[in-house]
Structure formats: structure tokens, C-alpha cells
Nanobody
């Protein structure tokens, strides 16, 4: 059974940075695409970033592109989301998700991911 544990959520000031971690156990990590999604209070869950099995392909939402980096280290079954120049609008619970299979099609779609973590809170103060 796949287990996902996110960490790194914190309270940061506008303009600050944070790095979230996603540690996976139970199945071979490189079998999965990793996605990061977020959900702010009262809003729907939205796509943030995703990375392919080897890390050779990435995709970002327009709202975070240019100030966010997704990465992964398959040797330690961990994915990361580094965010810079944080804004109050980035305040949300951030979720790590895994998608199996061999297709890279539509990796920004949350419904294509079958395993989800519990989330970690990022709060950006103005």
C-alpha cells in the first residue's frame, strides 16, 4: 500500500520562500508521476506542478510558473516543491499526489491521480 507524507508547511511572510517535501513508501517511487495540488479555504483544489517518473518533464500552473520548482530524488523516494516570492494568494493546504501508468497526458488533472497525501498547510502573511 502506498503511503505519502508531506511536510514543510509553515507560516511565511510575503516574498518569502518555502520547500515542501513528499516522502513515499510502499511502492517503487519511480513508477509514479508526482503532482502537487493545493486547496485554499472555500476554493476548489487546483493544480500547482507535476513531474514525470525520471524528472525529465515538468509542468506548472500559470499562477506559480517562474517562482516554483518541482523536483524529485528517486533514490530516497522523495519529491519537493520549492516556492519563492510567496504571496498571500499562495495560502493553502498543499497535497502531494501520485499517478501510475505510462502516459504523460493531462498530468495537471487531479482526477487522474490515484494516491493522495493528507496535505501540509502553507500560510503566507501580508
Amino acid at each position: 500500500q502506498v503511503q505519502i507524507h508531506e511536510s514543510g508547511g509553515e507560516l511565511v511572510r510575503t516574498g518569502g520562500s518555502t520547500t515542501l517535501s513528499c516522502v513515499v513508501s510502499g511502492r517503487p517511487f519511480n513508477d509514479y508521476i508526482v503532482g502537487w495540488f493545493r486547496q485554499a479555504t472555500g476554493k476548489e483544489r487546483e493544480f500547482v506542478a507535476t513531474i514525470s517518473w525520471s524528472g525529465s518533464m515538468t509542468r506548472y500552473s500559470e499562477s506559480v510558473k517562474g517562482r516554483t520548482t518541482i523536483s524529485r530524488n528517486n533514490a530516497i523516494s522523495t519529491a519537493y516543491l520549492e516556492m519563492k516570492n510567496l504571496e498571500p494568494e499562495d495560502t493553502a493546504v498543499y497535497f502531494c499526489a501520485l499517478r501510475g501508468g505510462t502516459s504523460w497526458a493531462n498530468p495537471q488533472q487531479a482526477q487522474t491521480y490515484e494516491h493522495w497525501g493528507q496535505g501540509t498547510q502553507v500560510t503566507v502573511s501580508s
